[in-house]
């Protein structure tokens, strides 16, 4: 984990970065926005921007040597006064080990780029076995090709002994071989952890399931607990959310729906990230509706709503019916801005997730879409086959029931995906 403070106060952030000739000023300004929410859900107190605009990255400290100067004033200014904290530097980009040394010894100070602020606030807030897990094997991984700059110790060598290789490993080749071991150690956990999940979900494959998606702290959670009564933890921070999980809505229906809330995502999210939490967001590749939450107060949002979208085609959901629905619209107090979103997405359930009423509109238009999937038919099954009756009471809407020597006659409502389960059973 990163150190970022000193004798329990938090550290002062300074946040950096690079405009180059692909982006502008206001995407830029909307990053370093989001840095600072990064910097803040840490804890840190959030100081100065600093912005260089820049055909290419400097590689060797990132910024030219005005700016580098610039950044080491600032850090000397904070530390002066108050010696007290620590100063940081966060970049709004991915840099290399080496630029990240040679920018820290520069301005005297410890220098972190975004992807190592996303892993911090992922190392803390991870609970679960599998979400621990996923996070430190991303984070072991991030940490491998910097260890040679974080800790050098040069000339240093390890006497082979019995079975040794020779003169010895140095320090650091023997550190970077325990991380190594350690990853595939976790790597094979994680696939035990998946097996048990995977476990979980059979069970529930026969359920009709919608799963919420979408940007970090839009209010998925907010909506997760109102539509299904749960205690799910809530906060206004960034990825307060990185396990996911299924609970019934409610009040419940017949047959149940069940709702799973998932890990938000962010711009610039790291892809081993992805790829790690992929077993986690297959709640969202199994499930038969996404609904999209967005934050429709954030000016950011079609940015959002591109991520997230990126994100699932990433993980293969992007053909899975999804429904957009604009969250905090009680927020959107301008006139022109809500009409103009009105009729940009004519579609979308703009709602209040801490309002009842549109709670229960969200609730209804869950139920609705799973209405209008049904189709109505009729479904012989054997006296041989009795103990497909009791699936399709549970997971169909049965209209009527007869018998004969053939067995029993059910004129039912049912999705197409559940009447193909049931005659996949039939002789």
């Not at 094979?188 to 998946?194: F, G, V």
């Not at 205690?231 to 019934?248: E, P, S």
Request: aromatic share 4%; net charge neutral; glycine share 6%.
């Amino acid at each position: 984990m990163l150190d970022l403070s000193k004798e329990d106060l938090p550290a002062h952030a300074i946040l950096a970065a690079v405009e180059l000739p692909d982006t502008n000023e206001e995407e830029v300004q909307h990053s370093l926005d989001e840095l600072a929410r990064l910097a803040k859900t840490l804890g840190l107190v959030v100081g100065k921007r600093f912005v260089q605009k820049r055909q290419h990255i400097d590689p060797k400290a990132v910024f030219g040597q005005g700016k580098v100067q610039e950044l080491a004033d600032e850090v000397e200014r904070l530390t002066t006064s108050e010696p007290e904290r620590e100063v940081v530097v966060l970049l709004d980009l991915d840099v290399s080990p080496s630029q990240i040394r040679q920018l820290s010894q520069a301005v005297k100070a410890d220098v972190y780029d975004r992807t190592g602020v996303i892993l911090d606030i992922f190392h803390r807030h991870a609970k679960s076995r599998q979400a621990k897990t996923q996070v430190e094997i991303v984070r072991l991984t991030y940490l491998t090709p910097r260890m040679r700059e974080l800790g050098k110790r040069k000339g240093e060598r390890q006497g082979g002994g019995i079975g040794g290789k020779g003169k010895g490993e140095s320090h650091m080749e023997l550190d970077r071989r325990k991380v190594r071991d350690r990853i595939a150690e976790l790597r094979l956990e994680l696939l035990r952890i998946e097996e048990e999940r995977s476990v979980q979900r059979a069970r529930r494959q026969q359920l009709r399931r919608v799963a919420l998606v979408g940007y970090t702290n839009a209010g998925k959670s907010t909506l997760m607990r109102a539509l299904t009564g749960s205690d799910v933890y809530v906060a206004d921070k960034l990825f307060a959310t990185l396990d996911t999980t299924v609970r019934n809505l409610h009040p419940p229906v017949d047959p149940p729906i069940v709702v799973s809330d998932t890990v938000g995502f962010i711009r610039k999210l790291p892809h081993d990230l992805v790829a790690s939490f992929k077993s986690t967001l297959d709640e969202a590749l199994e499930a038969s509706l996404l609904l999209q939450i967005v934050d429709a107060a954030d000016p950011a949002f079609p940015k959002h709503v591109e991520t997230t979208e990126a994100v699932l085609t990433e993980i293969g959901a992007e053909t899975i019916p999804m429904q957009l629905v604009f969250n905090k619209w009680d927020q959107v107090t301008d006139l022109a801005v809500a009409e103009r979103l009105c009729q940009t997405y004519p579609n979308a359930w703009r709602i209040s997730a801490k309002n009842e009423r549109d709670v229960a509109r969200v609730r209804e238009g869950i139920i609705g879409f799973f209405e209008g999937q049904k189709l109505e038919t009729t479904v012989l099954i054997p006296h041989s086959k009795g103990n497909l009756r009791a699936q399709l009471y549970a997971n169909a809407e049965v209209l009527a029931e007869s018998y004969d020597e053939e067995g029993g006659h059910y004129r039912v409502r049912i999705t197409p995906e559940m009447l193909a389960r049931i005659t996949a059973e039939l002789p």
